[in-house]
């Protein structure tokens, strides 16, 4: 059983930054594709960016390639998103993922933009 806890969120001006974290716990957890998601109200949850334990970067939605990374740190466990110049469009809660056949998720946490 993997449990993710983040933090990090909060509420930003629009061009501000936010740094999530997502610590991991479990076994095996190198086997996992760790990513991150977000979601509003009334709308599905929608794929942010995803990293491998090894560091190999999965991929970026398009609308924040160039404004967010995704890392990783092994011996902390613990996984992040730096959000760099952010808008009101990226206003969401943002969920950590765990993968590997199955699928874990965090309680997530609120990120908000203001103009």
């Known amino acids: 059983q993997v449990r993710l806890v983040e933090s990090g969120g909060g509420l930003v001006q629009a061009g501000g930054s936010l740094r999530l974290s997502c610590a991991a716990s479990?076994?095996?957890?190198?086997?996992?594709?760790m990513g991150w998601f977000r979601q509003t109200p009334g709308k599905e949850r929608e794929f942010v960016a995803a990293?491998?334990?090894?560091?190999?970067?999965?991929d970026y939605r398009d609308s924040v390639k160039g404004r967010f990374t995704i890392s990783r740190d092994n011996a902390k466990n613990t996984v992040y998103l730096q959000m760099n110049n952010l808008k009101t469009e990226d206003t969401a809660v943002y969920y950590c993922?765990?993968?590997?056949?199955?699928?874990?998720w965090g309680q997530g946490t609120q990120v908000t933009v203001s103009a």
């Open positions: 479990g076994p095996t957890l190198s086997r996992y594709v």
């Open positions: 993922n765990a993968r590997f056949g199955d699928d874990y």
């Open positions: 990293i491998t334990w090894s560091g190999q970067i999965i």
